[in-house]
């Protein structure tokens, strides 16, 4: 919608809204030979990390959770899930640290998306919680979803079952003390009617109950792949499992989702052309343009092979039950 009125683009260098980043270096791991110490060097960047880097998952920053790199190790040490932080505070701490890749040359899921939270707070003037209430959820009547959670019909937060050892959330939720910080890569609260609305929206290209949010050529820009040819991919990659956006699966990425670009290659049924996206914990969705449907899975499970199964399934089911 920025990028439709003018205020931003996509080549736009991330540095030109957020000053720090004009300092960021990329972190270069080593082993000695001797010790098999590892060590961590700074080299400088090769080019501006831009907009666009950030949409598609391009930017070299990552998600430190996501292994254990000396440069994920200091992305853990720095807090950069806190709950209690400001989109200020995150990218503040964020652009001191090294990249975990060059900007442009690899795919590597990570918090490009929550810096894209902070650029539309900045260019818009108001924090991302005003911004996507104001723009989006009522606009398209998604009256359960927000940062806080919002009761409708008596319902309540739905919750993980409590026999578990492991923990069942990035961050607990507590209605009582919500969390500060308005990321925007997590932490919406919203229903799978809610989320139908969303997504029926993008099938429609843009546009739901005579209400456009986005233009259809908008809608079909998100929805090709944007890798560079050539790129590489993280290590993380392969554990995003059927949501990979590896050629051998003939998915892509575009802009913040995953798209289809070939047949025959995914393990799991679809068409050319449908896009996806799934939650740290189990939450997956997906749209397909050609046969104009979507499915909402809503799902918080600790293993990654019981969710990645469930994701599978609900395909094989969806697909399964069409009918001529």
Known sequence: MLMEEGRLALNDPVEHYIPEFARVQVGVETVDANSGERRLALAPVRRAM?????????????????????????????????PAQSNAEMVTKLAALPLQCQPGEVFEYGMSTDVLGRIIEIVSGMDLDRFVAERVTQPLGMHATGFRLIRQDGAGLAVPFRDSAVPSALFAYDDDNPPRWHSGGAGLLSTAGDYARFCQMLLNGGVLDRVRVLSRKSVDLMLANHLPPGADYGGSTRGLGINAPLPELGQGHGLAVGVRTERGLCPVPGSVGDFYWGGALGTYFWADPQEQLFAILMLQENDLATRAGYRSLLRNIVYGALED
Do not use: A, K, P
């Open 50 to 82: 831009t907009v666009h880097d950030l949409f598609r998952h391009t930017s070299g920053l990552t998600y430190g959770q996501f292994g254990d790199s000396l440069v994920q190790r200091q992305y853990r040490e720095n807090g950069l899930m806190d």
